[in-house]
Every structure is written in C-alpha cells, then in structure tokens.
C-alpha cells in the first residue's frame, strides 16, 4: 500500500511540476521573444515615454504591445506580474526531489560502486550543492563580471562543468544529472525571487509614488534584465536535464558528466541563434554548427561492440538455468508482475522479467542497462559482477 500511494505522489506532483514549468518557460520565452520584436514607435508613443511597440496577431485577434523605458506616468488599475509560475516550478521540483531521489528508491542516487554515502550524506551534498553554486552566482551577478556577458558566461559554464563533474564521482549518473539540474533551476528561481522582482517592485515603487524612476532604480532594472537573459540561455539546457531520466545511454556513459556539459553547450548555443533571429539578425551557421555537435557527440559516445560477439567461439555458451539464478539474484526483486521489493508496486519501467521469453522481448534494453553500461541493477545494491554481466550479454546475443 505504502509503494502505491508514494508512486501516486509521485506521480501528481510530477504531474505539477510539468504543468508549472510549462507556464514558466512559456511566459519567460514569450516576454524574451517580445522583447527582442520590439521596434522604434511613432512619435505620439515615444512623448508617453515608450521606447517599443509591435503588433501581433492570435487566437483570431490583433494585439498591440508597447514597452516603456521606465515607467508609464501613472500606475495602472490592474498589473499583472509574473512570478508564481517559476516559484511553483521550484518548489515543486525540489518536492519531487524529496519523493523521488531523496525518500524513494535509494538506487537512484546512491552508486555504491562510486561513493559509499548514507543517504543523510547524499542529501547534504545534494541540497549543499544547490545553496552552494546559487550563493556563488549571487555574488557573481553582483561582481563587476556582470558587465561582461561573454566572460560570464563561460565562468558559469566552468561551474556548471565543475559542479557537474563533482557530482558525477559521489552520486549515480542519474542522480548527478538531476541535480545539475536542480542546480540550474535554482539559479534561476533565484534570479526571479532575489533580482527581478525586487527590481519590479523598486520600479512600481517610484511609479506609484509619482516619482521619476531614479539611476538605481534604472540600475536595478537593467541587472534584472541581465538575469533574465541568463535564464533564457540555460531553460534549453535543463529542460533537457528533466527529460535526460529516460536517457541510460546518456547519464550511465562513464563519462556521463562530460556528455552533459556538450549538451548544455549545445543546447544554450542554439538557443542564441533565435535569440539573434527575433533581433532580425539571422546566423543559420550557428544551428549548422550545433547540428555538427551532436552528430560528433552521438558519434564519440557510441557503444563499442561487445567483446563476446568478436571473439565468443572459445566462450561456453550460457544455460537458461544460469540466466534465471543471474535474474533472480539480481533483478526480479523489483521487474516482476508483483516487485517484492517494497519501493516498488509494478515492475519498474514496464519491464517484467519473471520469464526469459520477456528478458528475449527485452534483450535491447537489457543490454544497454546491464551489459553496455552499469546502470542496472539500480545501484548495484546486489552487486552484480563483471563475470555475471558478460554471461547476460552472451545469453542475450544466443536468444537472437
Ligand atoms: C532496485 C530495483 C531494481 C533492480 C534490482 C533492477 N532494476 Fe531495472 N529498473 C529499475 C527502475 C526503477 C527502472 C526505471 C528507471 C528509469 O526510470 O530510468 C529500471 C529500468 C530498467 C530497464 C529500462 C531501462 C530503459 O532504458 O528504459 C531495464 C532494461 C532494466 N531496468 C533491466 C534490469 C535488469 C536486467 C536488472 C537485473 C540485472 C535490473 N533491471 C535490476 C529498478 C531495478
């Protein structure tokens, strides 16, 4: 009962979590998007002191948006702000964080085979790191290397990479990539609660006030503005860090971290070039070049072919009694019909193997799991040997 209503949990505050992003990222894509489309308005908009306007069309009607450089000469009735939606998402995420690395199944985070952690260990490395690396940008983003975009930018790639790396020898590659991810969500969560808000608020201050938004304020907003431009660049990224849990290929790669940090090159540099293309400057070369990546990527990671399939003639061949001893040591605890293992109520990833025709049905995926890489068993809480893994792989090969 208990692995039932957790695997609920999970699920509804999954569930949230996506919907609460959804609304984060579409809101923020939409505001960067309106703000690089903005144009020199007619004059009569200009003495009202807006600095751009564009028109739009949506959903069967004409929209008209202007921006002002400051703020409007008088507070208007209703103003909408947008903050909720990333609060949500943090506090949601950090939720699933608990239910699912934290309180489930420890196997997603704890690798014993890299790092022997309590799993009150592995929760204060996990929540260290993500105070650890927001309380470094803060101080960044308030050092004179925020005059600089490029210089920041890779200063914080080389974190993220350092961070990604340090994770990567303590925790499994599917816990470290969760939490690069949470690391990034936080940096950004926090450039919304502890820049671009205050600035809002110090702005609708002096517009409520009747006062002219003064060089503070000015200065305020335009960091905030800096702040949102970084969250821009790194939603590609952690988007794909949200989604990368399905990926065994990717986090289980022994060099999973580097993987990452190609990715989130990758990513956040094709996000540029629509960030150029809104300016109407468009640079098709920038997505030929991250095409290129990911084809040398998908390239330099490939699985090297089995040893067993070149030189197996000398090999024995493996008997089905050996497999089912191999499955039932090592994996039927949790992938059966009913998992005896009590975090989980149905076999984990629809994958039953109480039966050697289901582990035939199954032998792609069981060979990236638990031949290719080490991401099966989950942890390798039954320490499942070498020797063991290359008899799994020849009966897989012989069931062709
Ligand atoms: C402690 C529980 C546990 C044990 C033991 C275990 N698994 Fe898994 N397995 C899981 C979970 C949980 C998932 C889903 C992981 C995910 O969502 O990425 C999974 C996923 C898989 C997948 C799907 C991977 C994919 O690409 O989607 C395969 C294949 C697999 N396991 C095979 C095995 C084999 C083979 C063994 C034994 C050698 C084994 N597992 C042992 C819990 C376990």
């Given at each position: 009962m208990e692995a039932y209503l957790s695997e609920w949990l999970s699920l509804l505050v999954r569930w949230f979590h996506v919907i609460a992003g959804v609304a984060w990222i579409g809101a923020s894509f939409y505001f960067v998007w309106l703000d690089n489309h903005l144009r020199e308005p007619p004059d009569w908009k200009k003495q009202k002191g807006i600095k751009g306007d564009l028109w739009a069309i949506h959903g069967g009607g004409f929209y008209e948006v202007a921006k002002y450089k400051l703020g409007p000469e008088q507070m208007p009735k209703e103003l909408h702000w947008f903050k909720w939606e990333a609060y949500a998402t943090w506090l949601s995420g950090m939720l699933l964080l608990f239910v699912v690395y934290y309180m489930g199944s420890p196997g997603y985070l704890i690798d014993l085979s890299k790092a022997q952690l309590s799993s009150g260990a592995a929760i204060a490395i996990g929540l260290g790191s993500l105070l650890g690396v927001m309380v470094i940008y803060e101080a960044l983003i308030r050092?004179?290397?925020?005059?600089?975009g490029k210089a920041f930018g890779l200063v914080l790639f080389a974190i993220l990479v350092v961070v990604s790396w340090g994770l990567f020898q303590v925790f499994s590659g599917r816990g470290a990539y969760i939490h690069v991810g949470a690391v990034i969500g936080t940096i950004m969560v926090a450039n919304v609660f502890l820049g671009i808000i205050p600035a809002q608020r110090a702005l609708v201050n002096a517009v409520a006030n009747n006062e002219e938004p003064g060089e503070r304020v000015a200065k305020l907003a335009a960091l905030a503005k800096l702040r949102s431009t970084h969250n821009n660049y790194l939603t590609l990224p952690v988007i794909f860090i949200m989604i990368s849990n399905h990926y065994p290929l990717l986090y289980s790669h022994p060099h999973g971290w580097a993987v990452l940090a190609a990715i989130g090159f990758i990513t956040a540099y094709a996000r540029h070039y629509f960030n150029l293309r809104h300016q109407d400057?468009?640079?098709?070369s920038i997505l030929v070049i991250a095409a290129a990546l990911t084809v040398a990527l998908i390239w330099a990671i490939a699985p090297s072919p089995p040893a067993s399939s070149t030189a197996d003639s000398g090999q024995a061949a493996v008997t089905d009694s050996t497999v089912n001893a191999l499955l039932e040591s090592?994996?039927?605890?949790?992938?059966?019909?009913?998992?005896?293992?009590?975090?989980?109520?149905?076999a984990p990833a629809g994958i039953?193997?109480?039966?050697l025709s289901l582990l035939a049905q199954h032998r792609d995926k069981v060979r990236q799991s638990a031949v290719n890489s080490?991401?099966?068993?989950?942890?390798n809480t039954t320490g499942m040997t070498e020797e063991e893994r290359a008899q799994l792989g020849r009966w897989l090969d012989a069931s062709r």
């Open positions: 050092s004179p290397l925020s005059a600089n400057v468009n640079k098709p090592h994996c039927i605890a949790c992938h059966a019909a009913e998992p005896s293992h009590p975090a989980f109520q149905a039953a193997l109480d039966d080490h991401y099966m068993p989950l942890g």
